[in-house]
């Protein structure tokens, strides 16, 4: 069981990136999606949340009005579009899945709530 994020890469401020997180060994369409990042020098944070086909979302402060967390079930994969992207975005994202439970929806910007983890893909944004 394992998520591969890929899409990260360099950028100017501005501009827009979209992270994509292909699960593999099963689908995760009833699991809450997750994208965290960590910054230099910094603890993991939360980006967004998103559940089932993307009826229910939620964002960061920092991120809201910005990033798009959305999902394509026929293709089993989860996205985020990144627009208007600032140098302080600069970080390592993680996408991560996790039960979609009753809990979930109280502790949604916790790691705790995520069982699956990707390996992280490198967003740089330049000024």
């Known amino acids: 069981v394992q998520l591969q994020a890929s899409g990260g890469g360099l950028v100017q401020a501005g501009g827009s990136l979209r992270l994509s997180c292909v699960p593999s060994?099963?689908?995760?369409?009833?699991?809450?999606m997750g994208w965290f990042r960590q910054l230099p020098g910094k603890e993991r944070e939360f980006v967004a949340a998103l559940w089932g086909s993307g009826a229910r979302t939620r964002y960061a402060n920092s991120v809201k009005g910005r990033f798009t967390i959305s999902r394509d079930n026929a293709e089993n994969r989860a996205y985020l579009q990144m627009n208007s992207l600032k140098p302080e975005d600069t970080a390592v994202y993680y996408c991560?899945?996790?039960?979609?439970?009753?809990?979930?929806?109280?502790?949604?910007?916790?790691?705790?709530?995520?069982?699956?983890w990707g390996q992280g893909t490198q967003v740089t944004v330049s000024s």
């Open positions: 060994g099963r689908t995760y369409t009833s699991y809450i």
């Open positions: 991560a899945a996790g039960p979609n439970t009753a809990d979930s929806y109280s502790y949604y910007n916790s790691e705790a709530a995520y069982d699956y």
